[in-house]
């Protein structure tokens, strides 16, 4: 049963424009949230986090949302450059040490 | 530098041969991991240690057993590897059991089943 859910498997976006990369999850005990970046034949490397007290945490060009009552975050990358082209995984954890991941979500920024 | 390193990159093993995968680590971190990642599907957690207190899902065969000797190296051990089990392992640390902290991955050991 997967917890965490990605639903779009791939995205494209012309550079410059913004990334919305959404991530929904069932499981009401989650309380921390992360995306992964993740390039070919590489382990994913972490992005940026939110925990549950808040609703949206910005670090750069990536801003994490977070809407606990709809069990949705979402990640914004603005503006998408070529080099974030990659596989982005949104992962959930009920300790903020055990770590249940999404399917990922390819991302194609065309230059 | 690497800080979560996993050997092989790449293991070949035959079908029914116990075949181990290795991970270590730099970083000093008191939980490592080890996910099941197949094509197109979400990295799964299979098991981890806290120091040396072992936690297995509960939908982890039993056929994937886990090692760790000390705080940097950590095994993952197919007793009898099938077709099914062919995919990425990823191994990953991260600092504390209490908090809120990120995980950090190797580049995982991409395991075919001849």
């Known amino acids: 049963d997967q917890q965490v859910k990605q639903n779009s498997p791939s995205l494209s976006v012309q550079e410059g424009r913004i990334s919305i990369l959404n991530c929904d999850y069932t499981?009401?005990?989650?309380?921390?949230f992360l995306w992964y970046k993740k390039y070919p034949a590489e382990g994913p490397t972490f992005l940026i986090s939110?925990?549950?007290?808040?609703d949206k945490n910005e670090d750069g060009r990536f801003t994490v949302f977070l809407n606990k009552s709809a069990k949705h975050l979402s990640l914004h990358i603005v503006p998408s450059q070529p080099g974030d082209s990659a596989v982005y995984f949104c992962?959930?954890?009920?300790?903020?040490?055990?770590?249940?991941f999404g399917t990922g979500t390819s991302l194609t920024v065309i230059p | 530098d690497a800080m979560v390193i996993q050997n092989p990159r790449y293991q070949v093993t035959q079908f029914g041969k116990p075949v181990t995968l290795s991970c270590s680590q730099t970083l000093n971190h008191n939980v490592m991991y080890w996910y099941q990642q197949k094509s197109s599907q979400a990295p799964k957690l299979l098991f981890h240690?806290?120091?040396?207190?072992?936690?297995n899902e509960a939908d982890t065969p039993d056929n994937f057993q886990s090692r760790r000797p000390n705080t940097s190296f950590c095994f993952l051990d197919i007793r009898s590897p099938g077709l099914g089990d062919a995919a990425m392992y990823l191994c990953?640390?991260?600092?504390?059991?209490?908090?809120?902290?990120?995980?950090?991955f190797g580049q995982g050991t991409r395991l075919t089943v001849v």
């Open positions: 939110i925990s549950s007290i808040k």
């Open positions: 240690y806290y120091d040396k207190d072992f936690n």
């Open positions: 992962a959930a954890s009920p300790t903020g040490n055990q770590f249940y």
């Open positions: 990953a640390t991260s600092r504390a059991w209490t908090g809120y902290t990120e995980a950090f």
């Open positions: 499981n009401s005990m989650f309380d921390y």
